[in-house]
């Protein structure tokens, strides 16, 4: 058992002098990401591929999690930067006392619904009358509905709106309208392929879209030579087109 318990510790004292190494050596080391559900579906791969054909590859890692877990991560130093939505609507919904950032990407949120047999969206913000309208709604711990909600108190379609589902995720909404439940603001980005593929269509017209900034997020104490050098090169090429919005 001692000779064991000595191996053991031999094989932990290894692998703790080649993280060091490998810490030791900023170029090598993994670059974290975290961002918000919907930004991490399709937004943040295609961003990281134009990103990495002009930079060059990188090692990296994406945690897609609840915006306030994603910045829990940047104040506790376990993720690099962070990608989150910001919008005129709304009020930054990230505490930028302490973290610096900048746009990377342009998406907006649009309401939605299923395509009926005719080839219009089986529900429409525009339509006049007093039916009620299924409203699929982003659940109150999710900041992205913090975007909508100052749309919906400024005109009076809010009384026509009736909550019938509700969900911390763009992914589980987009399933239900697709389904016909009802109508969802959305990110744009994210159910692209379904505008395109006929499968649903905007309820409404352009002023009910909510515009959005994606914008990256870090905290300047926690950077190391690599972070630094990726923050400094995206600053410099954040208005070309490469890295718009997609």
């Not at 994406?62 to 506790?76: F, G, I, N, Y």
């Not at 006049?128 to 100052?150: E, M, S, V």
């Not at 017209?205 to 090169?233: C, H, M, S």
Request: some cysteine; aromatic content about 8%; overall charge positive.
């Amino acid at each position: 058992m001692l000779e064991a318990g000595q191996q053991a510790l031999a094989r932990l004292d290894r692998e703790r002098k080649s993280i060091r190494e490998t810490q030791a050596l900023p170029d090598r080391s993994v670059v974290t990401f975290a961002a918000q559900h919907s930004i991490g579906w399709r937004f943040y791969p295609a961003w990281l591929q134009a990103f990495e054909s002009a930079y060059g590859p990188v090692i990296s890692r994406l945690r897609a999690d609840d915006l306030p877990d994603c910045l829990q991560d940047l104040k506790a130093g376990t993720v690099d930067f962070v990608l989150a939505y910001e919008s005129r609507k709304a009020a930054s919904v990230v505490d930028t006392s302490d973290v610096e950032s900048f746009r990377i990407g342009r998406d907006s949120l649009l309401p939605v619904a299923k395509v009926g047999p005719e080839g219009r969206p089986i529900f429409n913000l525009d339509r006049k009358g007093l039916t009620a309208i299924p409203y699929l709604r982003f659940g109150a711990a999710a900041p992205i509905g913090q975007h909508i909600d100052p749309l919906l108190e400024a005109d009076t379609i809010r009384s026509r709106l009736q909550v019938v589902y509700e969900n911390l995720m763009s992914g589980a909404l987009r399933i239900c309208v697709r389904e016909g439940i009802g109508i969802a603001w959305l990110p744009k980005s994210l159910v692209a392929p379904d505008l395109e593929a006929g499968l649903l269509a905007p309820a409404g017209g352009k002023r009910w879209e909510v515009a959005l900034d994606i914008k990256l997020y870090r905290r300047q104490e926690q950077a190391n030579p690599l972070t630094k050098k990726i923050w400094i090169f995206l600053q410099r090429h954040k208005d070309e087109q490469l890295l718009a919005a997609i």
